[in-house]
């Protein structure tokens, strides 16, 4: 997992992929205050955004998540988030198969657990071995936000 700033994003010493570049570049350049929910392509199929507005919830009610096919790009437009992560081990536990057509596995829990906070600006880039547990109120007290999650395809890496 890569943890960065829009604020700092020129001077942050990464060498993203290019396609991960263009995504944060797209992210950096976009008012999605005046964005409508939606998807939106980047890259074609390749790399594309998802606008989304909703309240944040219970860390109980959260389920940790993985990807196989695609690289998580989760930017906070608006609001804040609480997300959980760990590295990929066995001792996860799915809560069921991978699910091909949905790109995701839900686990039970997070092993260890750690968390940050993702506040307007803030962005993560989670790859496939990065477990992540989205969409968690901060201080267990829902609040509404504005987050874009864009999906960038591995194999485009």
């Known amino acids: 997992m890569i943890i960065g700033s829009m604020d700092t994003l020129d001077e942050n010493h990464v060498d993203y992929p290019e396609i991960i570049q263009k995504a944060l570049d797209y992210l950096r350049d976009t008012d999605f205050t005046k964005v409508a ?3 939106y392509p980047i890259a074609g199929d390749k790399c594309f955004a998802n606008v989304q507005r909703y309240n944040t919830r219970p860390e109980a009610d959260c389920k940790p998540e993985t990807h196989v ?5 989760q930017y906070m437009v608006d609001g804040e988030e609480f997300m959980g992560w760990c590295p990929y081990s066995p001792d996860l536990e799915p ?14 829990a997070l092993v260890p657990d750690s968390s940050i906070v993702l506040s307007p600006g803030c962005f993560a880039v989670l790859y496939p071995e990065d477990v992540h547990r989205p969409q968690a109120a901060v201080n267990d007290i829902p609040s509404p936000v504005i987050k874009v999650v864009v999906k960038v395809a591995v194999d485009s890496l």
């Not at 096919?69 to 790009?73: L, N, Q």
């Not at 809560?95 to 039970?108: G, I, Q, R």
């Open 37 to 39: 929910d939606g998807r």
């Open 69 to 73: 096919k695609y690289v998580d790009i």
């Open 95 to 108: 809560l069921a198969p991978y699910d091909a057509e949905k790109d995701v596995t839900f686990y039970k």
